[in-house]
């Protein structure tokens, strides 16, 4: 298999994205797998981080690079990504992929723009008439994930059947779920409770039966785990995101200024601080690696600018599975039948 | 000041409800002020609740019953409060307040039928479209108080424009901000981006200038603090607030795993736990006492339905506070001269 990564998209790419690619390709060539990472960018930096990362050895068969000089920034808008960065870094990767030369692609870069670049180049599944982004939230039972986080707003209830559906399949094959629960957010647990889209929503997922339906589900129902799959419109979906990622960041404050109180708090604090550390750990969304664009029709994983190298890596492995258990052509027959 | 509490408002109430009632009517007395709680329901039930409080002595100055036998429940629908309890000690409240036997009412029962008894009973401020509740959230400046949290949904321009100037009136007189800043709940800064209602919103609050307009917010400003009030569509408001209330639950739920990991995060954990208490006691909503009915003719204020004595008690002077300083009649003025 060969997977590309999006060599310069990453807050400090290519710092951090090449290191993940280089614990990737080392680990693909320890355990003998016939995997390829190839990496897009200007050739001397990559190399030169390769290098840093002792991963030279790797070059030619575990890893690859695929030289171009353009590349998207991080807050460029999608039109300036579409129109005047057309060899940009993942504009090539995409490419590759739409010609079969790669299975999949990867990009810690701008999410406006890798979803962009991806509706041209790969367009999208048959039938499907809005691809999505989602993130997972940690859960009291694992993990939910919210179907969509901000591609698309103004949504209509088919809009949002169309992520459930996606958005079941995709937990359903990678965390070995048989019927996940998929929740539809509202303010309310009676179906006749939110506002006009989630009403109408739970209507017509009642009706269509494509999924396990449990209902509506409330904010709170996120982090509890009521439902594997929670789907809104992607305002919501990303107010809540960014709220959610804002908490560990307030908390820490906290602990610092209850820290500072008195000596003896301080103590406390200190004493705390390595399990304190293991709560955060576990709401830190990197441990996540990265999530699909459903809907797209190739396999295409985005993460966050800020990620680590083992969240590139981690990334990486998602990709990999993805095309393994060939969650596309699932949607695809399910889309269809729908 | 006449002061009304819902006798049987409230998880549990008349428990809770009348302890608080009693501490309010203790601190009227200490200060030798000339305010008087009256409590509405049950009379035998609230009297024996005076007696366990050691409140008796405070009858007739500082504490009074008005007697009824009816009372909403809980999750009583909105619909049968109006038609089939019009007896109730939300009624009987209300309706002092309306014939102005009464300066502002008080309850921590069912949301829903608070906001419908006061409209059919109160009505709304000349001009008000929608009335509307907010919340307040912990904030790394203090509080963001957060407009609208499921009372309005499918909401148009001139509802939120009306909320962000009754949120940023009430703000200013009950914390001494002098010109409070108002964000927009959006999914990006840009006046641009967003849903089609916050896209227009943005225009109307840029063109009306009614108060300090900070622009679009984003879901992590809330715990920030980047604005005084964040104006939004009650359904994202509610889905934040419910996401919000789970996180001190979810958290202790992460603190415990931790704990059992080991004995040595079991006597790390043990050592913080005070420090761990007074953070997520800052989290805790009950602190604020009591939100406002804002855009209601009258002073109406509501609490969680599991509010502590001392909640109810901090609600209370959250009414008589809000009498004294006029809110409604400068809401009234702003709202015609907008």
Redesign the interface.
């Known amino acids: 298999m060969k997977i590309i990564v999006d060599g310069m998209g990453g807050d400090e790419a290519p710092l951090h994205i090449v290191d993940g690619a280089v614990l990737a390709a080392k680990e693909f060539q320890d355990k003998n797998e016939p995997h390829q990472i190839v990496i897009t960018g200007p050739k001397e930096k990559i190399l030169g981080r390769i290098h840093h990362c002792h991963g030279d050895a790797l070059l030619g068969k575990y890893l690859e690079i695929v030289h171009t000089d353009e590349w998207i920034e991080m807050h460029e808008s999608p039109v300036s990504a579409l129109t005047k960065k057309t060899k940009s870094s993942m504009h090539l990767g995409m490419e590759m992929v739409k010609r079969g030369e790669a299975d999949a692609f990867v990009s810690m870069g701008n999410t406006g723009a890798v979803m962009a670049v991806a509706l041209m180049r790969l367009g999208r599944i048959e039938g499907v008439a809005r691809p999505t982004i989602g993130a997972f939230f940690?859960?009291?039972n694992g993990r939910t994930l919210i179907l969509d986080i901000?591609t698309n707003?103004?949504c209509k209830p088919n809009h949002l059947l169309q992520f459930a559906l996606m958005g079941s399949v995709y937990v359903h094959a990678m965390y070995n779920i048989e019927n996940p629960k998929v929740g539809l957010?509202?303010?309310g647990e009676e179906e006749n409770k939110?506002?006009?889209l989630?009403v109408k929503s739970n209507e017509l997922f009642r009706e269509k039966k494509l999924f396990d339906f449990a209902g509506n589900v409330?904010?709170?129902d996120?982090?509890?785990g009521t439902a594997d799959v929670v789907i809104?419109?992607?305002?919501?979906g990303?107010?809540?995101?960014?709220?959610?990622?804002?908490?560990a960041?307030?908390?820490k404050?906290?602990?610092r200024s209850?820290?500072q109180?008195s000596f003896k708090?301080k103590l406390?604090?200190l004493?705390?601080k390595?399990?304190?550390m293991?709560?955060f750990k576990?709401?830190d969304y990197q441990e996540y690696g990265g999530v699909p664009l459903l809907g797209v029709n190739g396999v295409v994983i985005i993460g966050h600018g800020s990620s680590s190298p083992k969240a590139l890596n981690k990334a990486i492995h998602v990709a990999k599975e993805m095309v393994e258990k060939k969650i596309n052509e699932v949607i695809r027959e399910k889309i269809i039948l729908s």
Chains 1, 2 share one sequence.
């Open positions: 940690p859960s009291m901000g707003v103004d957010l509202s303010i939110g506002d006009d989630t409330e904010g709170r996120i982090l509890n809104c419109d992607g305002f919501v990303n107010v809540v995101l960014k709220f959610g990622e804002s908490v960041g307030f908390l404050s906290r602990f209850v820290a109180k708090n406390m604090m004493l705390a390595p399990a304190l293991g709560v576990d709401m």
